[in-house]
C-alpha cells in the first residue's frame, strides 16, 4: 500500500494546479511524493512566501492551489499570510509538519489552536483516511472560500495507508446557486430605474457577472466606480454608455469623489465596503440609496438600505433581466457622448512635477511617467505601505484582477516580494510589476531570489524613502520620535544585481534610459527600480487616516 505523504499528494495533485514550498523536516516526503508526480512545486525561500505565493496565485488565475512547509518554525512563518488569506477568503490549502502522535515533543506547539485563532479550520490525516481527508480539505477550501490547514503527524507520512485511506473520493458535485428572490429583484431594479443619477460600485466579486454590470451600467447611463481590488472591471474606451470614476475611497480624484457623493442610489456588487472603499463612512452622499448584493450572509456595512444576500454571477443578470422587463428602449438612459473625456477629466489626480520639495523624485510624477514605459501587458502586486496610493492613483489596470492588493485584508506589509512568486508563475506570458516600499521590501527580501529565478519578465518598483513612510505621516506628525521610524537609505539596485536581476538607482528621469532599453528589446528577465522618492509627499488616503 502507498504511504500517507504519496495519498495525500496524489490527492492534491488530482485539483491544484500548483504548489509552492519549502522542505524540512515535516514535508519532505509529501514534496518528494509530488515531485515523482510531476507536480508543478515553485520553491521559495522564505516559509512566509509559500502561502502567500499560493494565495496570489488564486488571486490571478481563480484555481486552487497548495502551500507546504514543515512543522513547527516552519507553520509559524506561515501566519501572517495566512490570516491575510482568512481574511481575504482565499481558497488554498496549507499542508504542513505536525506533532507526532504520541504527543508534543519540547519544540511542538498547539498548531490548530494558533491557526484556529485565525478562523482557519485544521485537518489531520491518518492512515485510516488519509485520501477521504485530502478531498474534504479541497472541497471546504473551495465551498467555504478560505485557507485549510492540511496537517501531517510527524511519525505517520511514511506509514502505509489502510485499504480505506488509499480511496480518493471524487469532489462532491457543486450545489447550484441559489434562485434570486424575484421581488427583491424587482425592487432593486425599479429604484435603479427611478434614479436620477446612479452608480455602480464593483469589487472583485464582482468578476463573474462582469458583462451583465457592464451592460446594466451602460442602459443606465450609470456612473461605475470599484473597490481599489477590483480596479479593471469598468475598463473602457468611452462608447459602453457610462462613465467610468475609477477607484471610490481614499484613492479617489477629487474630482471622482465628489460625483461619487452626488448619487441618489448606489448599487454594490462584490465589493466588501471596508473603511478604505468607504474613505472612513464619506464614500457617499447622506441621503444616498445603497443597493448591496454579495454572498455575505448579511450587508457588509451600516450603510446598506436594501440588501441581496445572493451569488452575484446569477443574481447581477436577474437584474439586468428585471431593469429590462421594466424598461422600454425608449427609456434607455446610455449616454452616447465620449464619456471617456468627462471621465478622464473627474479622474485626474495632481501630479506635481520631477523633482519634490526636499529634493527626491515625486512619487506622482514619477508614477505618471512609469505608466507609459511599463509594458502594456502587465498585472501588478503591491506590497502595504504608504507608497501603496501612487500605484492606484496613476496606474492605468485594464483587466479585473490585474491589480493585486496582497496585505490590506490585514493591513500588514511585507508580503510583495513573497506574493509576487505567485503572480509570476501564475501569469508568465505579462510581466509581473511588484510595487514595494523600501521598509516592507527589506522584510520580504529573501524572496527577491524567487521572484528573479521564477519570472520570465518582472519589473520591482521601490518607492524608496528611506523611511517607514505611513508611521512619519501618522505618528511623526503628533510629535512621536522619527528616528526608530527612519530606515536609512538601501541599495535596492545592488542588492537585486548580485542575484542576478538587472537594476537602476532612480533619482532622475533621465536614470530610466536603461530600463526604457530593456522593455524595447523585450523586458527578459527582472528589472528593478530603486526609486530615490521624496519622503515629505503625502498620499491624499494617508492625510484622511493621519488627518494632516
Not at 377 to 396: A, E
Request: charged content about 15%; aromatic content about 6%.
Amino acid at each position: 500500500m502507498p504511504t500517507v505523504a504519496a495519498v495525500l499528494a496524489d490527492a492534491l495533485h488530482r485539483h491544484a494546479t500548483a504548489f509552492f514550498g519549502l522542505m524540512g523536516n515535516g514535508n519532505a516526503y509529501f514534496i518528494d511524493a509530488l515531485h515523482h508526480l510531476g507536480a508543478d512545486i515553485v520553491p521559495v525561500r522564505h516559509e512566509v512566501a509559500t502561502v502567500a505565493s499560493a494565495d496570489a496565485y488564486h488571486r490571478v488565475r481563480q484555481e486552487l492551489a497548495v502551500a507546504t512547509t514543515t512543522y513547527g518554525p516552519g507553520f509559524t512563518n506561515t501566519l501572517t499570510a495566512l490570516a491575510e488569506a482568512s481574511l481575504a477568503q482565499i481558497p488554498l490549502i496549507l499542508v504542513v509538519g505536525d506533532q507526532p502522535t504520541p504527543g508534543r515533543r519540547p519544540w511542538d506547539i498547539d498548531q490548530t489552536a494558533a491557526a484556529a485563532a485565525m478562523d482557519v479550520p485544521t485537518l489531520t490525516v491518518e492512515p485510516s483516511n488519509a485520501g477521504t481527508v485530502a478531498i474534504s480539505a479541497v472541497e471546504q477550501a473551495v465551498s467555504l472560500q478560505r485557507p485549510v490547514v492540511l496537517a501531517i503527524p510527524n511519525d505517520l507520512a511514511t506509514a502505509q495507508v489502510s485499504a480505506d485511506g488509499a480511496v480518493i473520493p471524487e469532489l462532491t458535485p457543486k450545489a447550484p446557486s441559489p434562485v434570486a428572490d424575484t421581488e427583491t429583484i424587482h425592487n432593486m431594479a425599479t429604484a435603479l430605474r427611478e434614479a436620477s443619477q446612479p452608480l455602480i460600485l464593483g469589487g472583485r466579486g464582482a468578476r463573474h457577472c462582469a458583462g451583465a454590470l457592464r451592460e446594466l451600467a451602460g442602459l443606465l447611463g450609470a456612473d461605475v466606480a470599484t473597490s481599489a481590488p477590483g480596479r479593471g472591471l469598468f475598463y473602457t474606451d468611452g462608447t459602453d454608455g457610462f462613465t467610468d470614476l475609477g477607484v471610490c475611497g481614499g484613492f479617489a480624484a477629487p474630482g471622482s469623489a465628489q460625483r461619487i457623493r452626488e448619487a441618489d442610489v448606489v448599487l454594490v456588487v462584490g465589493a466588501g465596503l471596508n473603511q478604505f472603499t468607504m474613505a472612513f463612512g464619506e464614500a457617499f452622499g447622506p441621503e444616498a440609496h445603497v443597493i448591496q448584493i454579495d454572498s455575505e450572509p448579511q450587508a457588509t456595512h451600516a450603510r446598506v438600505n436594501q440588501f441581496l444576500s445572493a451569488d452575484s454571477a446569477t443574481a447581477v443578470p436577474a437584474l439586468l433581466d428585471a431593469y429590462k422587463a421594466t424598461t422600454s428602449a425608449t427609456e434607455s438612459r446610455a449616454k452616447t457622448d465620449n464619456t471617456e473625456d468627462t471621465a478622464r477629466e473627474l479622474r485626474a489626480y495632481e501630479t506635481g512635477t520631477e523633482f519634490g520639495p526636499t529634493g527626491g523624485l515625486d512619487p506622482r510624477a514619477l508614477s505618471t511617467r512609469l505608466n507609459e514605459l511599463l509594458p502594456p501587458d502587465r498585472i501588478y502586486i503591491t506590497d502595504g505601505g504608504h507608497f501603496i496610493g501612487w500605484p492606484n492613483m496613476f496606474f492605468d489596470v485594464p483587466e479585473i484582477d490585474h491589480m493585486i492588493l496582497l496585505g490590506t485584508a490585514f493591513q500588514t506589509i511585507g508580503l510583495g516580494f513573497s506574493a509576487s512568486v505567485g503572480v509570476a508563475h501564475a501569469a508568465p506570458e505579462k510581466t509581473t510589476v511588484l510595487v514595494t516600499g523600501d521598509g516592507g521590501g527589506m522584510m520580504a527580501f529573501a524572496d527577491a531570489e524567487s521572484l528573479i529565478r521564477t519570472a520570465k519578465s518582472a519589473v520591482v518598483i521601490v518607492f524608496n524613502d528611506a523611511a517607514y513612510g505611513a508611521e512619519v505621516f501618522q505618528y511623526g506628525s503628533k510629535g512621536l520620535a522619527e528616528e526608530p521610524m527612519r530606515v536609512g537609505e538601501i541599495d535596492f539596485a545592488g542588492l537585486a544585481t548580485s542575484l542576478g536581476a538587472r537594476a537602476s538607482v532612480i533619482r532622475s528621469f533621465n536614470d530610466l534610459k536603461d530600463f526604457t532599453q530593456w522593455v524595447a528589446d523585450g523586458a527578459h528577465g527582472t528589472f528593478v527600480l530603486d526609486c530615490r522618492v521624496d519622503g515629505s509627499i503625502v498620499a491624499p488616503y494617508m492625510q484622511e487616516i493621519a488627518g494632516i
